[in-house]
Every structure is written in C-alpha cells, then in structure tokens.
C-alpha cells in the first residue's frame, strides 16, 4: 500500500483503474439499519426468553416453533449475523497489524459469522418446520 | 512513551521554520534537510487523556461488541440442541444450569443491554441530536445505568420464576 517516497506519478495516476468508491458507505449504512432492526427484537427476545423459565424441552420449541417467533427470530439472528461481522472487521482493521495476519483474521471473521449464521438460520427452520 | 512533543522552539506542527542561526552555526541547511531536522509534536498518547465517561463506552462497547460475538456460538448452540431434541437439549441445560454457566448467561445478559443502550447513544449521535459534551456524557452514564438496572431485572425475574428469591 505505502508509495514510494520516490514515485514520480500523480495521485490520479496512482488511483486510477483501482476501482470505484461508491460502495464505500455500504458497510456503515448496514450497520446502522442492523441496529435499529435489533432494538426491538432484543427487547422482545429477553422477554421471551425470560417467560420460558422453568418450560420443559417441549413447551420451549413449540413456543419457538411459532411463526411470528420463528421469524422474529430469523430477522434477528441475519440482522446480528451482519451486524457482528461489519463490527469485527472493523475491529480487526483497526488492531490487526501485517497484511497476511490481517487477512486470515477477516477471512476467519468471515468464515465465523456466516457459518454460526446459517446454524441458527438451519435450527430455527428445523423447529418451526417440525421435522 | 511520552515523546518530547516541544522542540527547538517550535510549538506547533503547522510551521517547521526554525531560524537558520539557531539551528546550523555554518549557516547552510538546505530546506529539505531542514525539514527533517525539526521533531514535530506528536498527538498526545492515551495515557494523558483524563478519564471521560465517553471514552471507557467506547473503548468497552468495542470490548463487549467482541464479546457478544464469541456469544453467538452459545446462541447456535443452543438453537441447534433445541432442533436436534430432548437429550442435546438436556445436554445444553445440564451446562447453563450450572453456576458457571449462570455466570456466563448473567454476563451475556448485561453485555448486550450494555451494547444496546450504548449503541442507541450512537444512532443520536449521528443524527448530531445530543452531540455535546454535556449530553453526551448524560446519555453515556444513562446507558451504563440501564444496562445495569435491566440485567438485574431480568435476572431478579427469573430468579424469583425459579422461587429462588
């Protein structure tokens, strides 16, 4: 990344054919819109959460198998799925130093986000399903 | 750590004229050279910052925001021995119920009120509503009070579910 101190072409010249900013913003934006979706959602899930107390295996996943609750909770686990993943990489740019370390730390947060992700996405289906 | 941050009579970075007679006793130095020879001063290190209300949230809501992603895998796990059945759902129960699972649950619950609250404070800011120093630091202490006030509601809730308390 760093020019050389002795590159005699122009800044244009030097980002030219690199590439477009245009989706520079696309990362922020998400963030955002993930955490506004998530305000509700949360606060609806501790309290569900919380009234499942003392509920047996079979009381907890017919109240998950629910409809509204299996796609409030869907909404929920791709809002946080993102929103863990934008924040991350934004952790990991901002402390993880040498680009090869640099890198497999955001393939890694990569790989995490959707694997744990499409888990919940691939439970939730299950219960609410029923199979 | 703290670098010299005033030197050869130059206080800030903007101008790095030093006069020529101070500087060289030949009296030659060439402008580049010159350039080189004058330490600017460096920004101040975090260590010299006073304590600010917003600075700990911000440094723990990066903190606690990493935490919450290690969570996730407890999430899917949970989700996971609920659509596989009884027996892996008891397996998961077997290690929530435990103390240090309860711990761990009591600390999931406040770091992501934590997060939450914390966050909130960040959607204002960027609509620049209560972006000065005064409500930034009511709206930061607000989020910590609350986070900590809803764990301890949660949690007296389902303790006393349980007919703990």
């Known amino acids: 990344m760093s020019a050389s101190n002795k590159d005699m072409r122009t800044p244009l010249a030097r980002v030219r054919a690199h590439g477009s900013a245009k989706s ?65 990489q934004i952790v990991i740019e901002d402390y993880v130093t040498g680009e090869r370390l640099r890198s497999l730390a955001l393939i890694g947060n990569f790989f995490f986000s959707y694997a744990v992700g499409l888990a919940c996405i691939y439970a939730v289906a299950k219960i609410g399903f029923g199979v | ?35 080189q020879a004058v330490e600017r001063p460096l920004s101040p290190h975090l260590q010299i910052y006073r304590f600010t209300i917003t600075m700990a949230m911000s440094i723990l809501h990066r903190i606690v925001g990493v935490a919450l992603y290690a969570g996730t895998a407890l999430v899917a796990w949970w989700l996971i021995a609920t659509a596989t059945g009884p027996e892996a759902y008891a397996v ?17 619950t406040w770091a992501l009120l934590h997060h939450l609250f914390g966050g909130i404070r960040y959607l204002f800011w960027d609509e620049i509503v209560g972006l000065n120093n005064k409500s930034a630091d009511i709206m930061s202490w607000l989020a910590v009070f609350a986070a900590l006030a809803g764990t301890v509601a949660v949690w007296a809730v389902v303790f006393s579910m349980r007919g703990v308390i």
């Open chain 1, 24 to 88: 520079g913003t696309g990362d922020h934006i998400r963030q955002r819109m993930t955490a506004i979706a998530m305000v509700p959602l949360f606060l609806f899930f501790i309290g569900f959460l919380v009234s499942l107390v003392g509920a047996d295996y079979e009381t907890a996943r017919a109240w998950l198998g629910n409809p509204l609750v299996a796609i409030a909770a869907l909404l929920l686990v791709v809002a946080a799925i993102m929103h863990m993943r934008i924040g991350m």
């Open chain 2, 1 to 35: 750590m703290r670098r010299r941050a005033i030197n050869n009579g130059t206080t800030h970075g903007g101008s790095a004229r030093v006069p020529l007679s101070s500087c060289c006793p030949n009296g030659v130095l060439r402008m580049a050279e010159q350039r």
């Open chain 2, 92 to 108: 998961f129960r077997s290690v929530a119920d435990h103390w240090f699972g309860q711990f761990v649950l009591i600390g999931f």
